[in-house]
T-cell receptor
Framework: EAEVAQSPRYKITEKSQAVAFWCDPISGHATLYWYRQILGQGPELLVQFQDESVVDDSQLPKDRFSAERLKGVDSTLKIQPAELGDSAMYLC?????????????FGQGTRLTVV | AQSVAQPEDQVNVAEGNPLTVKCTYS??????LFWYVQYPNRGLQFLLK??????LVKGSYGFEAEFNKSQTSFHLKKPSALVSDSALYFCAVRASGSARQLTFGSGTQLTVLP
């Protein structure tokens, strides 16, 4: 069964350091999402790609966060510099089709701890 | 702006009893509605969705959900709960149309007591 791959699973970093997360969506899925989930809360969308284009990054803290999906396949989310408040689970998801009626499939997530 | 409300942070139910996890939504236009389940330190797993048609949709693991347009609700149900159903459940909404944001509720922790 096809899956969304994310790495690393866990990351501990010191504040002010740079950190990057990688996501490989299900093959053929044009839409890719990055979500942040604080423990005990629902996922919050950071950025949404349609192929290689950003279609929504309204909630992405652009002073420190960046995301790219250069070839419209895999994606990288970067934080520089990391802050204590960035500690959370970072989830990547993908969906196929272009009508919005298909479900998103999630990866296992990257648990980030900033110390 | 679209939103999802899950009014109960915690739902407890005895094994074998029916369960309901509540969800209401707000969105412009026709909604696409989804339920996901999350186990500790894992990603979200898709359970079921409402796109159009029959208001009662059936999904994985015996779960079903009823879409009620007048009440803007999409409650998750199961006739007989299992201990293994204990997990965190999320409702999500997307406005119909392409490239629209998928917005999640805050989640409901379901605990099924043996």
């Amino acid at each position: 069964e096809a899956e969304v791959a994310q790495s690393p699973r866990y990351k501990i970093t010191e504040k002010s350091q740079a950190v990057a997360f990688w996501c490989d969506p299900i093959s053929g899925h044009a839409t890719l999402y990055w979500y942040r989930q604080i423990l005990g809360q629902g996922p919050e969308l950071l950025v949404q790609f349609q192929d290689e284009s950003v279609v929504d990054d309204s909630q992405l803290p652009k002073d420190r966060f960046s995301a790219e999906r250069l070839k419209g396949v895999d994606s990288t989310l970067k934080i520089q510099p990391a802050e204590l408040g960035d500690s959370a689970m970072y989830l990547c998801a993908s969906s196929g089709g272009d009508l919005g009626n298909t479900e998103a499939f999630f990866g296992q997530g990257t648990r980030l701890t900033v110390v | 702006a679209q939103s999802v409300a899950q009014p109960e942070d915690q739902v407890n139910v005895a094994e074998g009893n029916p369960l309901t996890v509540k969800c209401t939504y707000s969105v412009s236009g026709n909604p696409y509605l989804f339920w996901y389940v999350q186990y500790p330190n894992r990603g979200l797993q898709f359970l079921l969705k409402y796109i159009t048609g029959d208001n009662l949709v059936k999904g994985s693991y015996g779960f079903e959900a009823e879409f009620n347009k007048s009440q803007t609700s999409f409650h998750l149900k199961k006739p007989s709960a299992l201990v293994s159903d204990s997990a965190l459940y999320f409702c999500a909404v997307r406005a119909s149309g392409s490239a629209r944001q998928l917005t999640f509720g805050s989640g409901t922790q379901l605990t099924v007591l043996p």
